[in-house]
């Protein structure tokens, strides 16, 4: 049964730092990986999706890489913002094309 | 280009009622999502639609159904509601058949007192 686990649950930096947020998941018979975003109250911003043959993904000051075989994806967030704060999920799509949620990670930048 | 749109946003039931939520994807959009999000449990999947079939379906009681009608908006039913149905119900659609970038709308929060 495929568990998807993300480190920390919470994390809060200064404004301006690199930070990483981790995602690992116990199956690697994976068809896609997804990061998320999501405000208080809010549905689900989609950030980053990684097909399974895919290495990494980039959109803006955000990076996500996928290393399927050690189920392992990290969310790299660079120069953050105060705007950043919010929970971060990832979710994966198992081989029976059911997405499989992280608990998420909240994440508070300080000013 | 809307959004994924939900209705309705907040309501409240009492136990043993039931409750239809509606959601309506992006335009040319044809697979919808259901998720419970709940405190306790997390984002939890329920059902997935493409095309009006039921592709998908998550590890939820009877009590839970849906359907997709033809211009694939997507409705789900909770039949004698529990306390613990208590819950944000998000909606998501596709445009690919389940391994495409899922859109979510805002949630329909369902209070069950």
């Known amino acids: 049964k495929q568990e998807v686990t993300q480190i920390p649950a919470a994390l809060s930096v200064p404004e301006g730092e690199n930070l990483v947020l981790n995602c690992s998941f116990t199956?690697?018979?994976?068809?896609?990986l997804q990061w998320f975003r999501q405000d208080p109250g809010k549905g689900l911003t989609s950030l980053l999706l990684i097909q399974s043959s895919q290495r990494e993904q980039t959109s803006g000051r955000l990076n996500a890489s996928l290393d399927k075989s050690s189920g392992r994806s990290t969310l790299y967030i660079a120069a953050s913002q105060p705007g950043d704060s919010a929970t971060y999920l990832c979710?994966?799509?198992?081989?029976?094309?059911?997405?499989?949620w992280g608990a998420g990670t909240k994440l508070i930048i300080k000013p | 280009k809307a959004g994924v749109t939900q209705t309705p946003r907040y309501l409240i039931k009492t136990r043993g009622q039931q409750v239809t939520l509606s959601c309506s994807p992006i335009s040319g959009h044809r697979s919808v999502s259901w998720y419970q999000q709940t405190p306790g449990q997390g984002l939890q999947f329920l059902f997935e639609?493409?095309?009006?079939?039921?592709?998908n379906k998550g590890n939820f009681p009877g009590r839970f159904s849906g359907r997709q009608f033809s211009n694939s908006r997507s409705e789900m039913n909770v039949s004698t509601l529990e306390l613990g149905d208590s819950a944000l119900y998000l909606c998501?659609?596709?445009?690919?058949?389940?391994?495409?970038?899922?859109?979510f709308g805002e949630g329909s929060r369902l209070t069950v007192l």
């Open positions: 199956d690697s018979a994976i068809y896609n």
């Open positions: 998501a659609s596709s445009f690919q058949d389940g391994t495409g970038e899922l859109f």
């Open positions: 979710a994966v799509t198992d081989s029976n094309y059911q997405l499989i």
């Open positions: 639609y493409f095309s009006e079939t039921q592709r």
